[in-house]
Nanobody, 120 residues
Framework: QVQLVESGGGLVQPGGSLRLSCAAS????????MGWYRQAPGNQRESVAG???????NYADSVKGRFTISRDNVKNTVTLQMNNLKPEDTAVYYC??????????????WGQGTQVTVSS
């Protein structure tokens, strides 16, 4: 089995920064695209940022210029650096990854979610 474990959420004031990390563990053969999603109360889950295995990135328009996604292909981790946070960034953030286990086909996995609250 594969697990995605997130860390780094919390409470921050507007204009502040947080860094989210996610580590994939288990019987992993290969990790493909990785990304971060978020879901605010009453809203659908939305994509925040994604990164391919070769490092190509994409961002939601609402976070461009403020958030940076990166990954470590050796450690199977993905990080989201969030700067200049705004109250509208408040949500539960989920890590997502496409993973191939030894002897199995590609499958999508999700982390358990970490709360980010931006408030004064």
């Amino acid at each position: 089995q594969v697990q995605l474990v997130e860390s780094g959420g919390g409470l921050v004031q507007p204009g502040g920064s947080l860094r989210l990390s996610c580590a994939a563990s288990g019987s992993i053969f290969s990790v493909g695209g990785m990304g971060w999603y978020r879901q605010a109360p009453g809203n659908q889950r939305e994509s925040v940022a994604g990164i391919t295995s070769d490092g190509s990135t994409n961002y939601a328009d609402s976070v461009k210029g403020r958030f940076t996604i990166s990954r470590d292909n050796v450690k199977n981790t993905v990080t989201l650096q969030m700067n200049n946070l705004k109250p509208e960034d408040t949500a539960v953030y989920y890590c997502n990854a496409n993973v191939r286990m030894h002897g199995y086909s590609w499958r999508e996995y999700w982390g358990q979610g970490t709360q980010v609250t931006v408030s004064s």
